[in-house]
């Protein structure tokens, strides 16, 4: 999470002359954004499911003897 955090600090918005920020490179900042948390979240899941693969294993062997 501090990923993602470090990275909303870090953004930046282009402003317009008139009328406050650029929208398309607010949407540009936003899709980032969104690959950094599915980056995350894909980090996340594959820990997860590291755990679950080596519990599972501790499991079949405790019951094979």
Do not use: P, W
């Amino acid at each position: 999470m501090e990923d993602i955090a470090e990275f909303i600090d870090g953004m930046k918005f282009r402003k317009k002359t008139f009328g406050g920020v650029d929208e398309l490179d607010v949407l540009k900042q936003m899709e980032a954004l969104q690959q950094v948390y599915r980056s995350v979240y894909e980090n996340q899941a594959a820990y997860y499911q590291a755990l679950i693969d080596e519990r599972d294993a501790i499991i079949a062997r405790l019951r094979r003897g």
